[in-house]
């Protein structure tokens, strides 16, 4: 059985896999070639993909990417007074 969360992004799970497959050269090679990126650039290119956002472009950047100095931040961060 699936959780809840899981349902509600499978369509951007396929969206993304699907834009992946569509870039030239194929999805890893694009993403691959994001390491030679600048941060700035690499996480505007990854929230280009459906259903990435800010926080999970800076987890792939920094896990994925080699980009040690890119640092999620949760949207609940921001509400912290």
């Not at 799970?13 to 941060?39: F, P, Y």
């Not at 280009?48 to 956002?53: I, M, Q, R």
């Not at 920094?62 to 949207?75: E, G, K, R, Y």
Request: charged fraction near 25%; aromatic fraction near 8%.
């Amino acid at each position: 059985m699936f959780r809840k969360g899981l349902v509600y992004r499978a369509k951007y799970i396929v969206g993304a896999v699907k834009e992946l497959q569509a870039k030239e050269g194929g999805g890893e090679e694009w993403l691959s070639s994001l390491r030679l990126r600048g941060l700035d650039e690499a996480l505007d290119e990854l929230c280009s993909l459906p259903g990435v956002g800010p926080k999970v472009a800076a987890c792939i950047a920094l896990f994925s990417l080699d980009q040690h100095h890119a640092i999620p931040v949760d949207t609940h961060v921001w509400r912290v007074n």
